[in-house]
């Protein structure tokens, strides 16, 4: 098992990404806390994990309160004495035109997307650090890289975490790598609502064929990146930025 031994920790972990990233790593033999705000969708996962015969912990927080990170870290070192892989997965999302969004909403979304990055790697990294190391993966999105209308906040936000992800690559090697998945379109519970709509008007194999892979993404198609990224197998990888878009991307 490429895993076995290290100690993982996902935040936004009971749905979507988070969920497929915490069966994958887990399968690998990884102890993963798997956090997230509603404590019932990470018993699931966590339910999933053992039935599998895996290990993981159900940690319900907030991600914005630096109280709740620092007794998720508490309770990693007390449990298992050590982290070696971070994954910030835990984000929000809003299209809306620039006029019409409001400094709430831009604040919200900052705490959530970009400012919980910050906090969680400050809060994490000295336990990750007195483990000898490890892996960060931030999870960010295509639009952290290019531009897209009606998204100016959501941009700016995933565009902090790609430049955030950059500077702490440069800062923490060797003994901390960091790198930032950008995902496009994958069908978890916050795009659901999007896909809703190209059903329900007959547009979603206009949305399949924008892709060179001709669909969209599930969390599945996520989870070999991010195994690469929490193993050995990327050992001398630090500082990328790496599409998992279908080749979306190609065609901007």
Known sequence: MKLEGKVAMITGGGTGIGKAAALSLASEGA????????????????????????????????????EDLISMRDEIKAKWGRLDILINNAGSGMRKPFLQTTLEEFDYMYQIDLRSVFNVTQVMLPLMQESGGGSIINIASILGVLGSKDSSAYCAMKGGVVQLTKALAAELGPAVRV??????????????????????????????????????????????????????????????????????????
């Open 31 to 66: 102890r993963v806390l798997i956090n997230g705000r509603r404590l019932q969708p990470l018993e699931e996962t966590v339910a999933e994990i053992e039935a599998a015969g895996g290990i993981a912990l159900a940690f319900p927080g907030d991600v914005t309160k630096t």
């Open 179 to 252: 790198n930032c998945i950008c995902p496009s379109h994958i069908i978890t519970p916050m795009l659901e609502p999007m896909m809703e709509y190209f059903e329900s008007t007959g547009k979603i194999d206009k949305l399949n064929r924008m892709f060179p892979m001709k669909r969209v993404g599930y969390p599945d198609d996520m989870t070999g990146t991010i195994l690469f990224f929490a193993s050995d197998d990327s050992a001398w990888l630090t500082g990328n930025i790496f599409m998992v878009d279908g080749g979306l991307s190609c065609y901007c």
